[in-house]
């Protein structure tokens, strides 16, 4: 049954797919056929590959800070062997995923086009609605620990806490507004505010790496230390550290030439994370004393004033702030996307998609999602984490089953960058992440549980809400259908290729 939704029209986006379907075939028919253009046009121009890798970058990671909680959830050891398996594991599986739909689908909305491909608007919508809030909570984080990093070295602690939400304000306010300028502008300051960033963390390796003793890197909490490994501390540090790869998605409408920039994009930016990780990790867990107390979110300057001096303390701290600057324009601008592709799609009124006139950049998703980061702002940073997590978990499930699908429903539908594995193996590639997504839910706390019930239940009801505004006409939206790929009518394919 059809979506009341939507109208009579056929979905632009599962039509394209048919017609890359139609293509592989008509190629191996030998009639020389060339389908019609694809209902999503390329644009020649965008975001260039080396921005683009660096916002990437800001997108799921912005350097070592913040990774100083998965020594402290279980030791020097673990923490180095999931720093390197993890990316295997995790970030890889969800990077090719991310490489194979979005230069598939080269439209804003990522995986929200993805899913509603897949299974229809309304599971469309439901991923949109999980990846959105629990990108705008994780946005909300970041103005709130540059301010505690500031806090730290300012001359007049004890900043009220009026004064700490209006400095957050107007932070927050500026930034918005830098992002409204245009994503191209966002992607160029992200590489000196990756460079600087990281300055600090090249200085604190080279001062640590000689006095490095390698037996401190097999250290594992226990008793006898004084504390337990604390796994749920460890895995959501581990996971929020690593996430993300799929957030590029979204603006991949925004990409020059996507179907070739963006594999490169996120394998070079996989590498430097990994670098920017595995290094400073190395230096500075052979170099001190294994204390679990010691190890928590901000250790990173401590260690940089016993080794170096209050000089080396202050200069971690104040790239600290350039890092959460980027994380903050990063993630901001894969949430304005997301609604702008969401108002394409249909599956919000028109006006979400509405562009600038001076920039072309979807100011009114730039101003609902820094409004709605702004009220969640108050929230304490660990609670915000393990939201996240929660929420993005979710999702990613839906994600992968929509990957899986999809290449079950058209195998032959070209893919500009298809990942080099039958579909047994990519069942395998996305069952091992689902696995950690599982954990990631299961191990979550009363309050969690009960915040993304009612979050998620919000989503429903306005989506709902939604189709009743369609019905009557009361906004105006996209006039797009729903077509779910399960096989409601069977004779969907001829009708499309004729």
Not at 112 to 118: G, Y
Not at 383 to 411: D, Q, T
Not at 424 to 451: D, E, H, Q, R
Request: proline share 7%; with cysteine; glycine share 8%.
């Amino acid at each position: 049954m059809l979506d009341p939704l939507f109208s009579s029209s056929s979905s632009p986006i599962s039509q394209d797919l048919l017609e890359k379907q139609k293509q592989h075939d008509d190629d191996h028919d030998d009639q020389g056929n060339k389908p019609q253009n694809s209902v999503i046009p390329k644009k020649g121009k965008g975001l260039p590959l080396v921005p683009l890798i660096f916002l990437i970058y800001f997108q799921v990671s912005g350097g070592p800070y913040g990774q100083e909680s998965v020594v402290g959830g279980a030791g020097p050891l673990l923490a180095i062997a999931g720093f390197i398996l993890f990316p295997i594991l995790w970030s890889i599986p969800e990077a090719l995923v991310t490489a194979e739909l979005a230069t598939t689908f080269p439209n804003n909305g990522g995986f929200v086009v993805w899913t509603h491909t897949a299974f229809g608007p309304f599971w469309g919508y439901l991923m949109g609605s999980w990846k959105f809030l629990s990108g705008v909570i994780n946005l909300a984080s970041f103005p709130g620990l540059c301010i505690d990093y500031v806090d730290a070295i300012s001359p007049y602690p004890n900043v009220s806490t009026l004064t700490r939400y209006s400095v957050i304000f107007f932070s927050t306010s500026f930034l918005s507004l830098l992002n409204v300028t245009g994503i191209r502008v966002v992607g160029h300051i992200s590489i000196p505010l990756a460079v600087l960033s990281l300055l600090p963390f090249l200085v604190l390796s080279l001062i640590a790496i000689p006095q490095i003793d390698p037996g401190k890197w097999v250290v594992v909490w226990k008793l006898s230390l004084g504390r337990h490994k604390n796994w749920k501390m460890y895995f959501h540090a581990l996971f929020w550290n690593l996430n993300c790869w799929d957030s590029v998605s979204t603006l991949v409408g925004e990409v020059k030439n996507p179907e070739k920039a963006l594999p490169k994009a996120l394998l070079s930016s996989m590498g430097l994370t990994s670098v920017a990780y595995l290094v400073p990790l190395l230096a500075t867990t052979g170099a001190m004393s294994p204390d679990p107390d010691d190890w928590k979110d901000g250790y990173y300057a401590a260690i940089g004033e016993e080794l170096a001096g209050p000089w080396l303390k202050r200069l971690i701290k104040l790239g600290a702030v350039l890092s959460g600057l980027g994380l903050y324009q990063a993630q901001l601008s894969s949430c304005s996307y997301q609604l702008h592709g969401m108002a394409e799609l249909g599956l919000l009124p028109q006006f979400f998609g509405t562009r600038s006139g001076w920039f072309d950049t979807p100011w009114v998703g730039i101003l609902v999602s820094t409004i709605i980061s702004l009220l969640v702002a108050a929230f304490r940073f660990t609670n915000l984490r393990v939201c996240v997590n929660f929420l993005y978990s979710l999702g990613m499930l839906l994600e992968f089953g929509s990957f899986v699908y999809l290449r079950v429903k058209f195998p032959k539908a070209e893919r500009p960058f298809k990942v080099p594995i039958g579909l047994n193996g990519l069942i395998g590639m996305c069952s091992v992440p689902s696995i950690f997504l599982l954990y990631v839910l299961c191990v979550a706390t009363g309050p969690v549980y009960l915040v993304s019930f009612v979050l998620t239940l919000f989503g429903v009801l306005w989506y709902f809400l939604l189709k009743m505004f369609k019905a009557n006409m009361w906004l105006k939206f996209n006039d797009v259908r729903n077509n779910k790929l399960a096989d409601e009518d069977p004779s969907y394919y001829e009708k499309i290729v004729k």
